[in-house]
C-alpha cells in the first residue's frame, strides 16, 4: 500500500466515524431549536393570556368602583331619608301656630310670677 492510499484509507475512516456524529449532533439542534420555537409560543400565548386577564381584572374593578359609588349614594339618599323622619312633618301654620302658643303660656308664666 502506498502513501497516498494510506492517506486516502485514514480520510475515509476519519468521514464514516465523523459523518453519522455530525448527522446525530444536527438531529440534536434541530430538535434544541424546536422545542426553543415551541417554548417562545407558549411564552407568547402566555403573555397575551395574562394581558387578557388583566384587562379583564381592570375592568372588573372599575365596574366595582361604580356599583360602590352607587350604593354610596343609595346610602346617602336613605340616610337622609330616616333623618327627615325623625323631625316633625307640621305644616308651617301648625308650627306658627305652636310657636304663638308657647309665647304665650310663657307670658302667662312670667305674668303669674
Given at each position: 500500500?502506498?502513501v497516498q492510499?494510506?492517506?486516502?484509507s485514514?480520510?475515509?475512516?476519519i468521514?464514516?466515524a465523523?459523518?453519522p456524529?455530525i448527522?446525530?449532533?444536527?438531529g440534536?439542534?434541530d430538535?434544541?431549536?424546536?422545542n426553543?420555537q415551541?417554548i417562545?409560543e ?9 394581558e387578557?386577564?388583566?384587562m379583564?381584572?381592570?375592568n372588573g374593578?372599575?365596574?366595582l368602583?361604580?356599583?360602590i359609588?352607587g350604593?354610596?349614594?343609595?346610602f346617602?339618599?336613605?340616610?337622609t331619608?330616616?333623618l327627615?323622619?325623625?323631625?316633625p312633618?307640621y305644616?308651617d301654620?301648625v308650627?306658627s301656630?305652636?310657636e304663638?302658643l308657647?309665647k304665650s303660656?310663657?307670658?302667662v ?5
Amino acid at each position: 500500500m502506498d502513501v497516498q492510499e494510506t492517506i486516502e484509507s485514514l480520510r475515509k475512516l476519519i468521514e464514516g466515524a465523523i459523518a453519522p456524529s455530525i448527522r446525530d449532533i444536527q438531529g440534536r439542534l434541530d430538535s434544541l431549536d424546536k422545542n426553543v420555537q415551541e417554548i417562545r409560543e407558549e411564552i407568547r400565548d402566555g403573555n397575551a393570556r395574562h394581558e387578557r386577564l388583566e384587562m379583564r381584572m381592570d375592568n372588573g374593578l372599575t365596574d366595582l368602583r361604580g356599583e360602590i359609588r352607587g350604593l354610596n349614594a343609595r346610602f346617602d339618599t336613605l340616610m337622609t331619608a330616616i333623618l327627615g323622619m325623625r323631625q316633625p312633618i307640621y305644616p308651617d301654620s301648625v308650627l306658627s301656630r305652636l310657636e304663638q302658643l308657647e309665647k304665650s303660656v310663657q307670658e302667662v308664666i312670667r305674668s303669674i310670677g
